[in-house]
């Protein structure tokens, strides 16, 4: 699992700067990527000063990378798509963003000013992995397996998922095709795509804070591009199918 810091687990400055992104993202939660962020020295705060000058443009930029993605159902359950919802706004966010973070600030440009989005609703607290009962963590984890990722991250949605554990099996079993086939791919190949366009639009936008310790912006830059290619890029398409 990546090392990060949890909400309910995080001091007060750290707090602080998550109660601002489930403000500008109008999420009741907080992404894995900046609960990891947390997780390294300075490297938290750079990136929320670097990309919140850009989130007023980011309704209309995560809206068109959606548009740009016509996928297929997954009908798994009311409670898998609300929650799938709730992980869309996230991931298209952050996939945006980030990837406009990755690659740095480019140009000057002023951002108009604008009401964050609506809050979503709040979902089931967020389990630990450690805390299931053994067969759904085997669940979760086989869901993250199919990824294939670096250090075997293992998408937050999937372990929130865990709160309807009769959702994981059958989710894995439609998915695993769609793996295989290259399916899932194809997409994510579409989200990066697009997003590439809606990041280098909004990269003018940026600021340019104080950068973190070296060691710990290396760290940080490695975990953008694991993200930016494959984490995110992937469930984009994963999350729109379960919550169409």
């Not at 962020?37 to 000063?49: M, N, Q, R």
């Not at 952050?94 to 002023?110: C, M, P, S, V, Y």
């Not at 490695?222 to 999350?239: D, N, W």
Request: aromatic share 4%.
């Amino acid at each position: 699992m990546l090392a990060e810091v949890r909400e309910s687990d995080a001091p007060p400055e750290t707090a602080a700067i998550y109660a601002k992104l489930r403000e500008a993202y109008g999420l009741p939660l907080v992404n894995l990527i900046w609960r990891h962020f947390a997780a390294l020295e300075g490297v938290l705060p750079w990136a929320w000063d670097s990309v919140r000058p850009a989130l007023p443009l980011l309704d209309a930029a995560r809206e068109r990378v959606r548009a740009a993605l016509p996928v297929p159902g997954l009908p798994m359950g009311a409670e898998a798509a609300e929650l799938a919802t709730l992980y869309n706004r996230g991931n298209l966010s952050n996939l945006i963003l980030l990837t406009a973070l990755l690659r740095g600030k480019q140009g000057e440009a002023t951002t108009p000013g604008a009401p964050p989005p609506a809050m979503l609703p709040t979902p089931l607290p967020l389990p630990r992995i450690e805390a299931l009962p053994e067969e759904v963590a085997r669940a979760v984890r086989a869901l993250g397996a199919l990824h294939g990722h670096e250090g075997g991250v293992i998408p937050t949605l999937y372990l929130h998922l865990a709160n309807w554990p009769a959702v994981l099996k059958p989710l894995h079993a439609s998915l695993s095709p769609m793996m295989a086939t290259g399916r899932i791919a194809t997409l994510r190949d579409a989200a990066l795509a697009a997003a590439s366009i809606e990041a280098d639009r909004l990269r003018p936008y940026l600021a340019a804070p104080p950068a973190p310790p070296p060691e710990a912006l290396a760290t940080a830059r490695e975990t953008l591009r694991l993200f930016t290619s494959r984490v995110i890029p992937e469930m984009v398409p994963i999350g729109l199918m379960l919550a169409h």
